[in-house]
């Protein structure tokens, strides 16, 4: 039963090839969290398709939402407001989203709350961890995006460093495609490196400045097997995939290292698709070793999901934040506090 006090959060995601609606409670306890993957129609052209994951969603959106309140046992006159995904992403897809949800809150005299994807994923955390409170830092892994962020409260996020071309994610994608690996790569090359050995040295992803930079690196296993097929040689691929993820990883648990020596972290936390990289969590617990509280949200809402938009949302509508119903999409959005690359 709601409680007078209780706030619950209807949130809608639509990003990328996931549909999602969710109903969450107070910011931290999931209600319902229903997700309608495209990966099976997306895996026949080996990555996402932006026009037909857009008709997808369209298909799908309705269907969604109301599963969502039906599994949460809850109905429209029970949500106090609609949290949105506005970007970052693909524009046609977070267009049915934010649609929807403008369509939804006009009818229903709703607030409607637009959330940043990037953000999104920061609150996952919350979801797992119904106990963590800012400050900590967070190591945010997703596939359009890689940073280091100090999140200081709620609504305050300071981006120390962040990846100038390609994120670790992107990364993981193209070259799972290059070893002929089926979409979505990064489970599929966590899975062949377990079986491999790090033997192929590439350069670090961390550049001069501190920021990442993973194109060099996708240049670089690309390169590798150009030139042994040139010669001849067959690889073993899971030799390269273990010797990409070591490189990969290895250079964002260095980062995050000296961020939190600098900053006297004592929690540190992870976000977005690659955290539920099985090395990059076994990387992690050399944290935990030193004393320091690690956080990595369930593996379900490492990808994309509506729960953590409902999350984002209820600490956006407690403080008292509404979208117009003007809203529109951002497909570049950042995240608050990051500084442009010169």
Same mark, same amino acid.
């Given at each position: 039963?709601k409680q007078d006090n209780d706030i619950y959060i209807l949130g809608i995601e639509s990003s990328c090839d996931e549909t999602a609606s969710a109903v969450v409670k107070n ?63 693909? !524009? &046609?897809?977070?267009?049915?989203? =934010?649609?929807?949800?403008? +369509? %939804?809150?006009?009818?229903? *005299?709703?607030?409607?709350? #637009? ?52 994120? !670790? &994610?992107?990364?993981?994608?193209? =070259?799972?495609?290059?070893? +002929? %690996?089926?979409?979505?790569? *990064?489970?599929?090359?966590? #899975? ?151």
């Amino acid at each position: 039963m709601k409680q007078d006090n209780d706030i619950y959060i209807l949130g809608i995601e639509s990003s990328c090839d996931e549909t999602a609606s969710a109903v969450v409670k107070n910011g931290r306890e999931i209600l319902s969290d229903v997700v309608l993957s495209q990966i099976d129609i997306h895996r026949l052209y080996g990555g996402v398709v932006p026009e037909i994951a857009s008709r997808n969603h369209v298909e799908a959106i309705d269907k969604v939402v109301k599963k969502a309140l039906s599994d949460a046992n809850v109905t429209l006159g029970d949500i106090d407001a609609v949290a949105v995904t506005y970007g970052a992403g693909l !524009v &046609g897809a977070l267009l049915v989203g =934010v649609s929807y949800a403008k +369509g %939804l809150a006009q009818a229903q *005299g709703l607030p409607l709350v #637009a959330v940043n994807h990037i953000e999104g994923h920061i609150c996952a955390n919350y979801l797992t961890y119904p106990d963590l409170v800012p400050p900590y830092t967070c190591l945010l892994t997703s596939g359009g995006h890689t940073a280091i962020v100090n999140v200081e409260d709620y609504d305050g996020y300071n981006v120390v460093c962040s990846t100038v071309d390609d994120a !670790v &994610g992107e990364a993981f994608d193209k =070259v799972a495609r290059v070893l +002929g %690996l089926p979409y979505p790569g *990064g489970p599929q090359i966590d #899975a062949l490196s377990q079986r491999g050995q790090n033997v192929y040295k590439f350069h670090s992803v961390v550049t001069s400045n501190g920021n990442f930079s993973y194109s060099g690196l996708k240049t670089a296993v690309l390169n590798l097997l150009h030139n042994a097929e040139q010669r001849g040689e067959k690889l073993d691929p899971s030799d390269v995939a273990c010797s990409f993820t070591h490189t990969a990883v290895d250079g964002l648990i260095d980062r995050l290292r000296q961020v939190v020596e600098q900053n006297g972290a004592q929690t540190v936390a992870v976000a977005g698709g690659v955290g539920a990289n099985s090395y990059l969590r076994s990387r992690l617990k050399e944290f935990e070793r030193k004393g320091l509280r690690v956080c990595l949200p369930k593996l379900s809402l490492c990808g994309d999901n509506a729960s953590m938009i409902a999350s984002r949302g209820y600490y956006m509508y407690i403080n008292g934040e509404r979208a117009p119903l003007s809203l529109n999409a951002c497909p570049t959005l950042k995240l608050r506090g990051e500084k442009p690359h010169h």
